[in-house]
């Protein structure tokens, strides 16, 4: 049994950014326990390999979710990073942080701090940006966020331009002044490779002795005595382990871990835990509740212009993009293939964008269950048109089975359980109709190959979403924070109501979704959380 000031539970998007700042002054033993291994495989620094990691169990949880009475009963796939970096090794890399308005309705909820005048330092901090230095942008920050407007597939100007003949801005930054309109997405990538946080921050401090990082170390209680967190209990090459914390234990395990996490450790709601054959360690009724994620549909379009199935697709194909991209880290295989997108409200008095749209000049439609080739894609060439709600309404949970900490625990999204998200969508599936029907598109575009052309009335639209509709894997919010501890997890200085020096940082605080990806705003909590617990912001209260 060892002895650390902080121990910090998943090396994920918000965890490698608190090991990293914690340590930072060397005054603090910090001790970084991840249940995967290392991120220093092929595939995780590759940009493209994402499509291996999707479903590879060596750095993935491969969540299943419960059958989702919105999607006709079907259950939802839920890869998540188990590895160093969490998810911000495996995801699509897309830099996305939200709208403005997210951060200012999470400071109107009750959480001072957290508005987005008070967030945007953070990610100012975070980052250091291609596009330079200014209001909105760092550039000395670990995490580098690539402009790769140069490397896009020149089909992706296509469809900016139809997004223009529509009515929607050209943005060249939707980190920036403005969120609406369409664009080439921002990507974290540096020299060809994957910027994950492992990368960003991790790395560069593994080599400080009062940093501890051990892998492998699957976390299964959190310690607590007289109300206060004391260590974690932990699992490693078969030994039952404890370390010790004597400021504080934080959570990082994101929207899925860390709420399970306290649920095995006494700490969530009575029903649950007594069912679970749980002790009760703290009766907290929010803990797993209120989860939300964002839900998409994508359209299928074959084109008569060449696409990255073209490229990727045959023998020699592969191996031009390898050989490119060992030569200059360039090409292909150094992006993600959501390489364009943007915002829209579907209708004009909205106050901000409801929904984010993804433009990918590839297909896999041929794939086989359970694989996702990206680089061997369809055999004709095609794109995919897909759009998501920003702000869904639909409410689900996430709870232990039993209080085994190994059985994964009951993930139900509930999925279009609210009218006014089919509605959404519906709106946003018309409007790829339109994108298509604009002369940028249509003049390139030899046939919707899905849902197709015969897929047109409301009640057809709706039956595909219910069919077709998939997550967009940006769980968050089953630790929501706020003031009221009977309907949020934890306070706006991220500590866990009822339970001293225990804290979660990560994308399972957010009081609700912002509006598009989520993996900057974790990275963005993992700063703003290194200051709380640090003090260098407002004092803890007593």
């Known amino acids: 049994m060892a002895d650390y000031d902080y121990v910090i539970v998943g090396a994920g998007s918000a965890g490698c950014v608190l090991a990293n700042r914690l340590s930072a002054d060397g005054r603090h033993r910090v001790l970084l326990l991840e249940a995967g291994g290392s991120d220093r495989r092929f595939w995780v620094q590759v940009p493209i390999g994402y499509g291996k990691t999707y479903y590879q169990q060596a750095v993935n949880w491969r969540y299943t979710t419960q059958p989702v009475p919105g999607l006709n009963g079907q259950p939802s796939y839920w890869p998540r990073g188990k590895v160093l970096g969490g998810s911000s090794a495996i995801n699509a890399m897309v830099y996305i942080r939200g709208n403005a308005l997210d951060y200012d309705a999470w400071e109107r909820a009750g959480n001072p701090g957290w508005g987005y005048k008070d967030v945007l330092p953070y990610f100012i901090r975070s980052e250091t940006n291609a596009l330079g230095a200014g209001p909105y942008h760092g550039d000395s920050g670990p995490l580098y966020v690539a402009d790769v407007a140069r490397d896009l597939h020149p089909i992706c100007q296509d469809f900016i331009e139809a997004g223009r003949q529509a009515g929607l801005d050209r943005n060249p930054d939707f980190n920036g002044a403005r969120q609406d309109g369409v664009g080439p997405y921002q990507l974290t990538v540096k020299d060809g490779l994957r910027m994950s946080t492992a990368r960003a921050y991790l790395h560069p401090a593994m080599g400080r002795p009062n940093l501890h990082v051990l892998t492998h170390a699957h976390v299964t209680k959190v310690l607590c005595e007289a109300g206060r967190a004391t260590g974690v209990q932990y699992e490693r090459g078969g030994r039952r382990l404890r370390a010790m914390a004597n400021k504080e234990v934080i959570l990082c395990g994101g929207a899925v871990n860390s709420p399970q996490l306290l ?26 509740m209120n989860l939300q994620d964002h839900i998409g549909v994508d359209y299928l379009f074959r084109s008569r212009k060449k696409t990255l199935n073209d490229e990727l697709h045959p023998w020699w194909g592969k191996l031009a993009a390898g050989l490119r991209y060992v030569a200059l880290r360039r090409g292909p295989l150094s992006l993600s293939v959501n390489q364009a997108g943007g915002f829209f409200k579907t209708t004009p008095d909205l106050a901000q964008p409801n929904m984010q749209l993804y433009f990918s000049p590839v297909s896999y439609t041929r794939a086989a269950p359970g694989t996702r080739p990206l680089m061997n894609p369809d055999p004709f060439p095609a794109f995919l048109l897909g759009v998501s709600n920003c702000r869904p309404a639909s409410r689900g949970y996430v709870r232990v089975r039993s209080a085994d900490p190994f059985e994964s625990p009951e993930i139900q999204p509930n999925y279009l359980s609210c009218k006014e998200d089919m509605d959404e969508l519906l709106l946003g599936v018309r409007f790829i109709r339109e994108l298509a029907r604009m002369p940028a598109l249509a003049a390139i575009i030899e046939d919707e190959l899905r849902p197709g052309r015969q897929c047109r009335t409301d009640d057809a639209l709706m039956r595909d979403i219910r069919e077709n509709a998939w997550s967009v894997f940006h769980p968050c919010s089953t630790c929501r924070m706020g003031p009221d501890p009977d309907t949020c997890v934890v306070d706006p200085r ?30 963005m909590v993992g700063e703003k959380a290194a200051d709380l617990i640090l003090s260098r912001g407002e004092e803890d209260e007593a």
Request: hydrophobic share 50%; net charge positive.
């Open 494 to 523: 991220l500590r866990v109501h009822g339970i001293r020096n225990l804290r979660v940082a990560d994308a399972s605080v957010f009081p609700s979704l912002v509006s598009g990806n989520t993996n900057a705003a974790a990275i």
């Open 263 to 288: 649920q095995l450790s006494g700490i969530g709601p009575s029903q649950v835990l007594y069912a679970a054959g749980i002790a009760i360690v703290c009766e907290s009724p929010a803990v797993g």
